[in-house]
């Protein structure tokens, strides 16, 4: 349905910053759901943080609590991903995904749940 292009991944010391976008065209980002996911080879991609349709609400998964965080701008139909005191662990390829099913509250958790991706974007964070 939706289609999604991430941007702004890149190379960044531990301790920097780097802000992804998630640019969606289309379908308005007001009937999604969306969130940010990241894989690594041999690892399952696995879930970094949600917003629900509503973009009311937010998780976030523990690792990166208080470090990343979440946005979107409907008049720019774009998700946002901010993220801060990276760690090297953090390096991975980063997708976004989108949802339309669910209520406007719900934020899916499972790779599963999502229609939409986008083709992912590398971030690597050096020691």
């Known amino acids: 349905q939706v289609q999604l292009v991430e941007s702004g991944g890149g190379l960044v010391q531990a301790g920097g910053s780097l802000r992804l976008s998630c640019a969606a065209s289309?379908?308005?980002?007001?009937?999604?759901?969306m969130a940010w996911f990241r894989q690594v080879p041999g690892m399952q991609r696995e879930f970094v943080v949600g917003?629900?349709?509503?973009?009311?609400?937010?998780s976030y998964a523990d690792s990166v609590k208080g470090r990343f965080s979440i946005s979107r701008d409907a008049a720019k139909n774009t998700m946002y991903l901010q993220m801060n005191s990276l760690r090297p662990e953090d390096t991975a390829v980063y997708y976004c995904?989108?949802?339309?099913?669910?209520?406007?509250?719900?934020?899916?958790?499972?790779?599963?749940?999502?229609?939409?991706w986008g083709q992912g974007t590398q971030v690597t964070v050096s020691s």
């Open positions: 917003i629900s349709r509503s973009g009311t609400r937010t």
């Open positions: 995904a989108a949802d339309d099913g669910g209520n406007s509250m719900y934020i899916p958790l499972s790779r599963n749940e999502y229609e939409s």
């Open positions: 289309g379908r308005t980002i007001r009937s999604y759901s």
